[in-house]
């Protein structure tokens, strides 16, 4: 296991540079999620680690070493792809242990690690298969296994899940987590699932447009995003972003309706404001006034999507409630919940 250093990391494609000097310290053992928008630099940044992407300017180092100019087969790193890259005329024993036949090491080795490998994500009875006779999350477990019998120092992840469905993705969700518990390998994973990030990492790093918006854990980016961009792409739904202007100690929302500030909290009459709340902790109370446009059932909690004027604000109950369409309601936050944004910047106030 290593830790994984990255340090003022640039890449262009010619004129057009797509990561702009970013700083990210792994330490060994850790979890890390690198989530975003497609575009954003995610998959660029795991392949620059990985040596599948060369790098601009800056450095990449695992352990002690800088790798920017070894081979990926020189890193001591293991990489589990989307679209798993199995060789469909080998079997899952085949499979698992290519690398280690290539490296030149011994049978019995060789199918001990494979075998170990195969007990860990239940694959026993399956290494005489081939890829095709094999359902999308056994396919995806090999795709692990050869990975797990290298040992390596890091695994690499790029969007292992998005080719499953929405039940096997939840279920290897946790299989994927037992899996570092149990190996406590250094793990990059790249997923645009928030739900994944927020599910599976001791640390998040959220990514947009090449640049890195806020490292950290995940209930302390969800409880004290850095800026609209993280606010509004951690958590579902999504929180609900008002803006408004400070006035009497109190918020007024553009459209109509005043909210509380933050107890404690000063701020400078005038100043113009993002109004953050979550859909959670809104409640019916006197605040914003406008009309149910969809109400959407889930089960265990209700989504109920107010409409205001020009914009909608999304609350979320976990009792059952009675409200339909065309209902006449106000909603108001938690005070203690709220989370204010410079307008101009997007920057959180303290």
Do not use: W
């Not at 599976?200 to 995003?225: C, F, H, N, S």
């Amino acid at each position: 296991m290593a830790e994984v250093t990255i340090r003022a990391l640039k890449k262009a494609y010619g004129a057009v540079q797509v990561v702009h000097g970013l700083d990210l310290d792994i330490a060994d053992g850790e979890f890390v999620v690198l989530v975003g928008p497609s575009g954003c630099g995610k998959s660029t940044l795991l392949r620059m680690i990985a040596g599948l992407e060369e790098v601009t300017s800056g450095d990449v180092l695992i352990g002690p070493r800088r790798v920017n100019n070894l081979p990926p087969s020189d890193r001591d790193i293991a990489m589990v792809f989307q679209n798993y890259a199995l060789y469909p005329h080998k079997t899952v024993g085949a499979n698992m242990g290519f690398a280690l036949k290539m490296r030149g090491m011994d049978k019995a080795v060789i199918a001990e690690k494979v075998q170990r490998a195969a007990e860990i994500l239940g694959l026993t009875n399956y290494l005489d298969r081939y890829p095709r006779a094999l359902s999308g999350g056994q396919r995806q477990r090999v795709a692990m296994g050869r990975a797990i019998v290298r040992d390596p120092q890091v695994f690499l992840f790029d969007e292992p899940l998005s080719n499953l469905d929405a039940k096997l993705r939840v279920q290897m969700r946790t299989e994927i987590r037992e899996l570092h518990q149990r190996l406590k390998t250094t793990t990059v994973y790249v997923t645009h699932d928030q739900i994944e990030a927020m599910t599976m990492a001791d640390k998040i790093v959220v990514m947009q447009g090449g640049r890195i918006e806020q490292v950290g854990a995940p209930l302390e980016l969800y409880d004290r995003p850095a800026n609209t961009f993280v606010a509004s792409f951690i958590g579902s739904p999504a929180m609900n972003m008002l803006p408004g202007v400070v006035q009497n100690g109190a918020v007024a929302i553009v459209g109509g309706g005043r909210l509380p500030l933050p107890p404690g909290m000063s701020i400078a009459e005038g100043r113009e404001v993002t109004y953050g709340i979550r859909p959670e902790h809104l409640g019916v109370a006197e605040g914003i006034a406008g009309t149910v446009a969809v109400v959407e059932p889930t089960g265990s909690e209700t989504h109920v999507v107010l409409r205001s004027g020009e914009r909608e604000v999304v609350a979320m109950f976990r009792d059952r409630v009675a409200f339909r369409p065309g209902d006449n309601l106000t909603f108001a936050p938690d005070a203690e919940k709220v989370h204010l944004f410079d307008k101009a910047s997007g920057v959180r106030l303290e």
